[in-house]
């Protein structure tokens, strides 16, 4: 497993923007899909956006495409979650996981590490 930190979140009015940074400990995390998901009290922890080893495949919830972008910086260990047109139902605490292969993934347990998570609030 690989240590992730995410970082970026806070409050922000609707219509504006947050940019989420999730570091990971171990350069090994260069060949791991990335991804973002996001869970609010009394739900299940959902997809937001994906990333594969190379940052040239991405994929996205539908209810953030054209909207949230994911991207990565390898020379850095650190994958992206830029947040525009930001809505109050994008209210949650967000978490960075990784997923060893090359495939993308949308699903929980598909990821096997897990950052501790990142809260964004935004108001209407």
């Known amino acids: 497993q690989v240590q992730l930190v995410e970082s970026g979140g806070g409050l922000v009015q609707a219509g504006g923007s947050l940019r989420l940074s999730c570091a990971a400990s171990e350069r090994t995390v260069i060949t791991y899909t990335m991804g973002w998901f996001r869970q609010t009290p009394g739900k299940e922890r959902e997809f937001v956006a994906t990333?594969?080893?190379?940052?040239?495949?991405?994929d996205y919830a539908d209810s953030v495409k054209g909207r949230f972008t994911i991207s990565r910086d390898n020379a850095k260990n650190t994958v992206y979650l830029q947040m525009n047109s930001l809505k109050s139902e994008d209210t949650a605490v967000y978490y960075c996981a990784a997923a060893p292969g090359v495939r993308l993934r949308d699903r929980v347990g598909d990821y096997d590490s897990w950052g501790q998570g990142t809260q964004v609030t935004v108001s209407s």
């Open positions: 990333i594969s080893w190379s940052g040239h495949n991405t």
